[in-house]
């Protein structure tokens, strides 16, 4: 007989069972989902390249190289200096006992950080590729340099824009960072794409592209040094 204190196997239910089947099986079925959407984006986005180079062409031409203030902010959000002045800002706002905090430092300048390793591997990823930006082709459907034309040059390469993917991977370190106003942030990193597009310097593709590394980047950073019991949020400032 069964003493009070003795415990008893935990027996799965038929229904467990299937909770547990489901659950193994989701994850790779949201995979294949996700890597088939991402697929069928960058396949659209080669469909429209044309369409948006001649434009952008012909806006260029059109306007002389001359950019309104919206422009040149946008644009803006792909220079890594930027996010560095963003981290101090950030820095600035927590707590004055916690800023030397390794943690804390670290965090604060987390945007930085995933827009400048963002906007690197988009540096080596056009050596990779070796497109040559629509700008230099005359729109035309895609033009590749040899291997042997200046082998480790990304001058005049296109995909991914570096700019674009400087300025997604600050824009979805913040959205993880703080998730209420992720389309503000991402919002800012579609508009400096839009920027390379506007001015011919880019296909469609190459800044969907660079939308992947941007997100890819901030995920990773957030997977691999995130800790459970350091949240990412500021704290709230001190009184003055």
Not at 16 to 35: F, K, S
Not at 154 to 174: D, I, K, Q, T, Y
Not at 196 to 216: E, K, M, N, T
């Amino acid at each position: 007989m069964l003493s009070a204190s003795t415990s008893l196997p935990c027996l799965r239910t038929p229904k467990d069972a299937g909770m547990l089947e489901r659950n193994a099986t989701a994850g790779p079925t949201r995979n294949v989902v996700v890597i088939t959407a991402v697929v069928l984006g960058l396949g659209a986005c080669v469909a429209f390249d044309p369409w948006f180079a001649h434009q952008g062409l012909a806006r260029a031409d059109g306007t002389s190289g001359k950019q309104g203030d919206l422009y040149s902010l946008l644009r803006v959000m792909g220079y890594v200096p930027t996010w560095l002045f963003v981290g101090l800002a950030l820095l600035l706002c927590r707590r004055v006992s916690n800023r030397l905090d390794i943690n804390n430092f670290l965090w604060s300048f987390a945007p930085f950080f995933s827009c400048a390793i963002a906007g690197g591997l988009a540096a080596v990823l056009k050596i990779v590729f070796r497109r040559t930006r629509a700008d230099q082709v005359d729109g035309a459907w895609y033009v590749f340099r040899p291997l042997v034309e200046r082998p480790f040059s990304g001058s005049g390469l296109s995909m991914p824009s570096e700019h674009a993917a400087v300025a997604f991977g600050a824009a979805f370190m913040l959205s993880r960072m703080y998730p209420r106003g992720w389309p503000v942030f991402v919002l800012l990193g579609v508009g400096c794409a839009v920027t390379r597009i506007y001015s011919a310097d880019h296909y469609l593709s190459d800044v969907y592209v660079a939308a992947i590394v941007g997100y890819i980047t901030a995920w990773a950073l957030v997977r691999h040094f995130g800790r459970r019991d350091q949240p990412l949020l500021l704290e709230e400032a001190e009184p003055t």
